[in-house]
């Protein structure tokens, strides 16, 4: 195995910075800035603070001033350099004085709590009462005019600034599961605050910072240009334009220079500590925080037009593949799927975490967020028409109408700040031209109908004052409002007592059958499989392995995934039956391996298993398995 680690395919924080365009102009107009600043010692440059009376006010470019000459005849370009060099390190000092008191008065006030909290903070909104400018102003008249005490003025007015960014992130961070563990391990407090809470508060404070410290630069030379920052002859930006404003109209060129070396500084800061908050952002290192399209793109290179589907399907689902891309690299979460639902069947997809089914159910009508998932290939044809190339219109008359979806964890799909009854009630006036209080009668018929008691009542109550089965049940009444054709429940029961889970899947089957949908049933559990499904499909690395009859695929599995998936089921009354985990772990999508991605975790996997391509074949009537094993034995 090479000695060099594999790229994991995420964009490394210089990639992701450079993407910035914004953030790398700042970056290269701040470096050259610097650059000059730096250089000013060794370049060729007339003493700053040398006078030349017979020279005063000369326009840039003439008689020798790359930029001209101030009132008393001074190399303008000579003392912009100097100063700028002055004004990017108060800027700089003064940014991490504020830092270090800031952070420290936060991390100490947020980690202690009570009474230490209660009182730093008080102290922090006493400093923050006062404008800060005035307050900066109060504190250099107090100490007297000069760079340093307009350091030390900037620096204090900005303390509370950091104090309670950082004080609010130890907040929440002090009550963390974590952070008990370390105390139960023995650690001290000053400990804790250094190993546990300052590491994850670092990022926090390097983005203050970085987004701080333009503002320090122009807090300063605002000092500077009233006359309590930098004394003459030293120069900084600020006194370089204050003393260029006498003369704005007669030498305009005095005051110009200087500010829009001001400007320059101070916006490519700002620019790059917004490319610092990004990249040092984890959520949005990983494209989290990326607002998603409405519909998933559609990444085909034909879009297939309409045409007819198979007799007697609700809807048909032929090679879709649906990918992520993540950096550089492409994650094919769903690798050719096919299959398909007739009215009144139920179609279980089963599998391990990870093999694809919610992103194949969730493909079906778009919902699979864009960046960084896109729909790469095949046909999802419900009434002839490609669902696929749908517009966005389209795709919302059909979610939540004819095509309905019961998700995971209804405690996340519900909205927080509105009654169960609300929610329904939207449900339905999205689809149908009712009025509230139509709608609101209709509500309570389907929560009544879901087995929901004193639904009048319970129409009321937010989705926290109920259980997790009756937030389950007003899924289902929700997937129900419309009288949906196909009902796709991803995993509706996991998080449920075995008690309510069976209550839950009679009622689902039983309402099923009274609307005679079709229902796509995600799970992976082979006992609810042999309660609920008609047909089941079993998915390994984005693509289906083996489907057929609930019947076929339990008493004569043909694909070795398939067995062993079964061989984990507890059968009652049998004590000498041992259940074995399998082996191994699934292979990753973005680097799938050629010929059956099983093989590495099949005993009876050899060198052929490995190579080309597998095709999902016919054994028997609408039983097919893809695997050259099982082929050969029939």
Not at 142 to 158: C, K, Q, R, S, T
Not at 184 to 189: A, D
Not at 244 to 257: N, W
Not at 372 to 385: K, L, M, Q, S, T
Request: glycine fraction near 10%.
């Amino acid at each position: 195995m090479s000695g060099k680690q594999k790229n994991s395919g995420r964009p490394t924080a210089w990639r992701l910075f450079v993407n910035n365009r914004l953030a790398l102009s700042g970056l290269v107009i701040l470096s050259v800035i610097i650059l000059l600043a730096l250089l000013a010692p060794i370049l060729p440059l007339a003493s700053p603070d040398e006078t030349a009376p017979a020279q005063r006010l000369i326009r840039p470019l003439g008689d020798g001033y790359l930029l001209g000459s101030d009132h008393l005849g001074r190399d303008l370009l000579s003392r912009l350099l100097w100063g700028t060099q002055v004004s990017i390190a108060v800027g700089l000092s003064a940014t991490i004085v504020a830092a270090f008191f800031g952070s420290l008065i936060g991390l100490v006030a947020g980690y202690a709590g009570g009474k230490v909290d209660n009182s730093l903070m008080r102290g922090i909104d006493m400093v923050m009462a006062f404008p800060y400018i005035l307050l900066a102003l109060a504190i250099v008249a107090a100490l007297g005019p000069g760079l340093m005490n307009a350091l030390y003025a900037i620096a204090v007015v900005n303390i509370p600034f950091f104090a309670r960014n950082i004080r609010g992130v130890t907040l929440g961070l002090a009550r963390r599961e974590f952070v008990d563990a370390a105390r139960l391990s023995g650690k001290g407090h000053i400990r804790i605050l250094l190993t546990e809470i300052l590491p994850n508060v670092l990022p926090t404070i390097v983005i203050t910072m970085s987004t701080t410290v333009g503002w320090m630069i122009l807090e300063t030379a605002g000092l500077s240009f009233l006359g309590l920052g930098a004394q003459p002859p030293q120069a900084d930006l600020g006194s370089m334009l204050g003393e260029g404003r006498k003369l704005l109209f007669t030498a305009p060129h005095v005051s110009i220079i200087p500010g829009l070396m001001i400007f320059l500084l101070v916006m490519s800061i700002n620019l790059m500590g917004d490319g610092i908050r990004d990249v040092l952002d984890p959520r949005l290192k990983s494209g989290a925080l990326s607002r998603p399209m409405a519909k998933t793109e559609d990444a085909r290179n034909i879009t297939p037009g309409n045409r007819d589907q198979k007799t007697g399907t609700a809807m048909e689902v032929m090679n879709l593949r649906t990918e992520f891309q993540v950096g550089q690299e492409i994650y094919k979460a769903v690798g050719g799927v096919s299959f398909d639902l007739r009215p009144g069947e139920c179609l279980g997809l089963v599998g391990e975490s990870g093999s694809g089914k919610s992103v194949t159910a969730m493909s079906l009508l778009g919902l699979v967020p864009t960046p960084p998932g896109r729909i790469a290939g095949g046909e999802v044809r419900y009434e002839g028409e490609d669902l696929l190339g749908a517009s966005l219109s389209r795709l919302q008359s059909l979610r939540g109408g004819k095509i309905a979806y019961v998700f995971q964890d209804p405690l996340s799909t519900l909205h927080p700040l509105f009654t169960v009854g609300d929610q329904i009630c939207e449900a339905i006036r999205a689809h149908q031209p009712l009025g509230r209080a139509e709608a609101w009668k209709r509500a309570v018929e389907l929560l009544n109908k879901v087995r929901i008691p004193n639904a009048e009542r319970r129409a009321h109550d937010y989705p926290h004052q109920m259980s997790g089965g009756m937030r389950q049940r007003v899924g289902i009444a929700m997937a129900l409002a419309n009288d949906a054709e196909i009902l796709v429940a991803d995993e509706p029961t996991t998080a449920l007592d075995v008690t309510v889970q069976a209550q839950v899947l009679k009622l689902l089957k039983e309402l099923q059958r009274e609307s005679d949908a079709a229902l796509l049933f995600i799970t992976h559990d082979f006992g609810v499989v042999s309660e609920i499904c008609d047909r089941v499909a079993v998915m390994y690395a984005g693509r289906i392995v083996e489907v057929g009859s609930t019947d076929q695929i339990l008493t004569r599995p043909a694909h070795p995934y398939t067995r062993k998936l079964i061989d984990c089921v507890p059968v009652m009354g049998r004590r000498e039956k041992r259940l074995e985990a399998i082996a191994g772990l699934p292979p990753v999508v973005n680097r799938l391996p050629a010929g059956c991605a099983f093989a590495d975790r099949c005993e009876a996997a050899d060198d052929d298993c490995r190579k080309g391509e597998l095709l999902l074949e016919e054994m028997s009537d609408r039983h097919a398995v893809r695997c050259r094993k099982a082929k050969e034995a029939a």
